[in-house]
Structures are given as structure tokens and as C-alpha cells.
């Protein structure tokens, strides 16, 4: 090699990018050549003064917002403080049961209907997440304008404040292609969620009926979480929770009274 | 177990990726010029990279690929503003092919042009270089990418990176030198 054949090799050279067979080439020249030698110290100390240059960090609010939007979106977020943890591994493990032979629930006999599924484990995701409604209001009236205004039905919200249970508020949610209203409700550190789908029937598989005031509910208990679920006017209601039974069947019954006074009006 | 293992994606995403954000913040500087769109960049190409890390290949260069995902997002995000097509005026800059004629004709001895180079010199001059010759130089010369990793993040091939860096450098040294002799420090 001779100083012209050496000058593309040079600043490969002094960054470390060449091969032993080049690397050698080149430095076989060096050793002869004083002109070259200065040619390579003056790009090394060009490279240095580069790679002295301060070189700033990220802002730790940055590297924070980041990591927190990473947990969230990974459903890895600090456990709310209805700790929702052993709700979603029971979630895991019933979904595994209702791939098996056997049902699942006290009651039931086959495995509850896809429909039933994706209404506990969205009950189950929304919990889990950062903000579950779009829509946060304790006031039910607010709440059904948002759906109105949204949806442009009406959407029955239920004021159960009497009985304990607060609203948190509001959100639109699809199920297998069905517009779904979704209320959220907390009594004490335990979340129920009510849901509304339009269009959808409701496939009683894997559910158990029970009569509450007159009316016949269908009722499945999944991952720790009771469902009681009925039809109304190619609607599915349900109301999913693990408070007890008697609470979900009296929600379940004044929403009825409460869409029955909303149609009147 | 669903829950669990999207947790285990998310450490090793941090263990992975996160260690680069320094990095990234500068290079998201670079390109936007305004640290509230840099720090925007940044958490837009880390939330992407996390959607698509189930495809990250472990053994690939982690740095390379989330550089090339920055890129693309501020690319993006250019052409929606504009709603042209930019990125041939953004990384296809002309530079004149008479450069070598514009050097000074003596070229300063290294010692004393490296006593010239004052605190900002080095900023100022790399925000004159064309995109395409600066983000070669930076990744390499600053933030110390190998020549494949460049060639992996701005999606080119490696001899086009050399190309890049070696005109890159020299117009780094003839802005450099050009502020030097603005200051009277060399003469003309």
C-alpha cells in the first residue's frame, strides 16, 4: 500500500472498523510512512475532541414518565388498591377450566357462553387499568348525558349511592361488534361493573336461573366474581361483582325499575 | 400466565431498551431542536418499540433498532405536519461538491485549531451540517456507534455510513475552522 491506496483506510482505521488482513496492511505502511502517521494522529485527535463533548441525559422526569407508561401499558401498573392481582389469576385459572370438559360454576353444566366470558374479563381488564371509564362522575345524571351525547340513546344509570354503592363512571365498549355501555361502581374497595350490549342475545350455557322478584335472572360464578345476567329488548344486562348475590340480584332489579321509569318518561 | 409474562416483558424492556435513553433524548434533541418535542419523541418511539418488542429479535442490536424507530416516528410526525413529503429535503441535502477548493489552503496545524474549538463550537457546527452527514457523524464520533449499528438505524448500507462520515468530518472541520478564523484566531 502506498500513501494514496492507505487514504480510505484511514479513518476505518482509527475508529477500529477494520479487519485484521486491512488493519495489518495499513499498519505495515505506518511503520514507513512519517506523512501518514500524522494523518492518522491528527483524525485521532479530531475524534477526541468530538468524543470529549458533554453529552446530557435525559430529564429523570422523562426516564420516569417513560418507565410509568411502559407498566401501564403492560397492565404492570402499581396494584390498585382494590388489588386486582388475585382477580386476574383466578380470572386465568377459570378460563383454563372452561377449555376443559367440566363447568365451572356450583351450578352449571357446560361452559358459560362466549358472551358471559368476555363480559367477566372485561369486567376483570377494566379494573386493572389506569383510568377503567372514560367518563368519571359520581352523578348518575351526568353520567347518562355523557351516554346520550356519546351513544345518542339513553342509557339507564342507576343511583345506588343508598345502598353503599358509589358511581365512578362511564365508559363505551365493544363486545364481539356490540355497542356496550359500561357503569362502573365501587362499594368499599370492591368494584362492580354493569354492563348494557345492544343487539346480542344471550346464550344461557353454563349458567344457573334464579328468580328474584318476579323476574328470572341467569347467574354464573366465575373466577371469584359473581355474574347475574338477563335479556330485555335484544339487550344483555349483566352485573358482575364478588359482592354477594343478594346485592348484585337488588342492582340488577333496580335497574330494571329505573330503565322501566326512563322508558315511561 | 397472561398478567405475569407481560410483566417480564416489561423489565426486560427496561433492562433492554431503557439503558439507552440518554442516548435517545440527544438524538430526539437533534432532530427536534425543542426539548418538549424531544422528551414527546422519545416516550412516542419508546411506547413503539414496546408494542413491537415481541418482535425484537434478542442478539439484534437493541441501540440501532430503537434509533431507527425514533427516526422513522419524527419522520412521520414531519410529514404529517407538512403533509409533504419531506425527507428528501431533510436528508438529501446538497452539499457542494467543491469542497476540498473551500478549505483554507494551509490547513490549521491540529494543535493550535484544537485550542480555537471553544465550549458550543462543536453543537454550533454539527447544526450546520446537512441531516445526513451530522446524524452519521453524532452516532459515531459522539455517541460511539459502530459502522453496522449506523448502517442498521438509518437504514442504509455500510458504505454509504463511510461516505457520510468521512464528508461528514470534513465538514465539521471546515465549519470549526471557519469559526476559528471568524474570532481571529488563525489567519485567513
Known amino acids: 500500500m502506498d500513501c494514496r491506496e492507505i487514504a480510505p483506510y484511514v479513518e476505518p482505521y482509527g475508529d477500529g472498523e477494520l479487519g485484521p488482513a486491512e488493519r495489518a496492511a495499513v499498519e505495515a505502511h505506518l511503520t514507513g510512512c512519517r506523512a501518514c502517521q500524522e494523518r492518522v494522529a491528527r483524525y485521532g485527535q479530531f475524534r477526541h475532541l468530538l468524543r470529549r463533548q458533554p453529552r446530557e441525559a435525559a430529564p429523570p422526569e422523562l426516564r420516569a414518565r417513560v418507565t410509568r407508561s411502559i407498566r401501564r401499558s403492560a397492565g404492570w401498573h402499581a396494584l390498585r388498591r382494590w388489588a386486582v392481582a388475585p382477580l386476574a389469576a383466578a380470572m386465568l385459572i377459570a378460563l383454563v377450566t372452561w377449555a376443559g370438559v367440566h363447568g365451572v360454576g356450583p351450578w352449571s353444566t357446560s361452559r358459560p357462553s362466549s358472551l358471559i366470558a368476555d363480559l367477566v374479563s372485561k369486567h376483570a381488564t377494566y379494573a386493572q387499568i389506569e383510568a377503567p371509564v372514560e367518563f368519571a362522575s359520581a352523578n348518575s345524571s351526568e353520567v347518562r348525558d355523557w351516554f346520550r351525547r356519546r351513544l345518542g340513546v339513553r342509557v339507564t344509570v342507576p343511583d345506588y349511592a343508598p345502598a353503599g354503592i358509589r358511581l365512578l363512571g362511564g365508559r363505551i365498549a365493544d363486545t364481539d361488534g356490540h355497542k356496550t355501555a359500561y357503569l362502573l361502581y365501587e362499594k368499599g374497595h370492591t368494584l362492580m361493573s354493569v354492563f348494557m350490549v345492544t343487539g346480542e342475545r344471550l346464550t344461557p350455557a353454563g349458567t344457573a336461573s334464579m328468580t328474584y322478584r318476579g323476574f328470572a335472572y341467569h347467574t354464573a360464578d366465575v373466577a371469584a366474581q359473581h355474574g347475574v345476567f338477563w335479556a330485555e329488548n335484544q339487550k344483555v344486562f349483566a352485573v358482575i361483582s364478588s359482592l354477594d348475590y343478594e346485592s348484585l340480584l337488588e342492582c340488577a332489579d333496580r335497574l330494571r325499575m329505573d330503565r322501566g321509569e326512563d322508558q315511561r318518561l | ?188
Open chain 2, 1 to 188: 400466565m397472561i398478567w405475569p409474562s407481560v410483566g417480564r416483558r416489561a423489565a426486560e424492556f427496561e433492562e433492554v431498551a431503557l439503558v439507552h435513553l440518554d442516548a435517545l433524548y440527544r438524538g430526539a434533541l437533534r432532530l427536534t431542536r425543542n426539548r418538549a418535542q424531544a422528551e414527546d419523541l422519545v416516550q412516542e418511539a419508546l411506547a413503539r418499540a414496546f408494542r413491537g418488542f415481541a418482535q425484537f429479535r434478542a442478539g439484534t442490536n437493541c441501540r440501532a433498532w430503537l434509533f431507527t424507530i425514533l427516526r422513522n416516528v419524527f419522520l412521520n410526525q414531519l410529514r404529517r405536519e407538512r403533509e409533504t413529503p419531506h425527507e428528501v429535503e431533510f436528508f438529501e441535502a446538497r452539499v457542494p461538491d467543491d469542497l476540498d477548493d473551500a478549505r483554507p489552503a494551509a490547513p490549521t496545524p491540529e494543535e493550535e485549531f484544537l485550542q480555537t474549538v471553544v465550549h458550543g463550537d462543536v453543537d454550533r457546527a454539527l447544526q450546520s451540517l446537512p441531516e445526513q452527514f451530522r446524524e452519521a457523524v453524532v452516532l459515531c464520533d459522539i455517541e460511539g456507534f459502530s459502522y453496522r449499528e449506523i448502517a442498521e438505524a438509518l437504514e442504509c448500507p455500510i458504505g454509504t455510513v463511510m461516505s457520510r462520515l468521512s464528508r461528514g468530518r470534513r465538514l465539521l472541520r471546515h465549519a470549526l475552522d471557519g469559526f476559528a478564523r471568524d474570532r481571529g484566531y488563525v489567519k485567513e
